[in-house]
């Protein structure tokens, strides 16, 4: 019986040893387990962000590019459309021929021949058939 029992205390020992062991091994394994969750949820969030922030530059740079194209195009069409081809027709110019003047008279000696033939139509009214006299 002391036999049994000392075997009972030695199996004992060695199971609450095992037991132990257990417990600490379950632990490590708690606590590896949980930091790798950490590190991943991290590694998620930095991803995410790293992400975001690029996928915003491309977006912006992207609208920028567009934009400037698009600005670029819509002056390159403009000009294209104002200018005229390749031949251009030569722009006439209205020339107004003077009159030969063969005397040239005194701006008096002009306005007195306007009065004398002013003069001559009233006359020429005053005698004319149809007048009442």
């Known amino acids: 019986m002391n036999q049994a029992a000392s075997d009972f205390h030695h199996t004992t020992r060695q199971?609450?040893?095992?037991a132990e062991e257990a417990r600490r091994a379950i632990e490590s394994i708690r606590s590896t387990i949980s930091g790798a969750a950490?590190?991943?949820?991290?590694?998620?969030?930095?991803?995410?962000?790293?992400f975001l922030r690029e996928?915003?530059?491309?977006v912006f740079?992207?609208?920028?590019?567009?934009?400037t194209l698009g600005f670029g195009l819509g002056v390159l069409s403009h000009l294209w459309i104002d200018t005229p081809?390749?031949?251009?027709?030569?722009v006439v110019t209205p020339a107004f021929e003077q009159a030969p003047q063969t005397h040239k008279r005194?701006?008096?000696?002009?306005?007195?021949?306007q009065r004398k033939r002013v003069q001559q139509n009233a006359s020429a009214e005053a005698t004319s058939p149809g007048s009442k006299e």
């Open 106 to 113: 005194s701006v008096s000696a002009v306005k007195s021949a």
């Open 38 to 50: 950490e590190t991943a949820r991290r590694a998620s969030v930095d991803l995410t962000q790293t």
């Open 85 to 90: 081809g390749q031949n251009p027709q030569p």
């Open 61 to 67: 740079s992207v609208c920028g590019a567009a934009l």
């Open 15 to 18: 199971l609450t040893s095992a």
């Open 55 to 58: 996928y915003r530059w491309s």
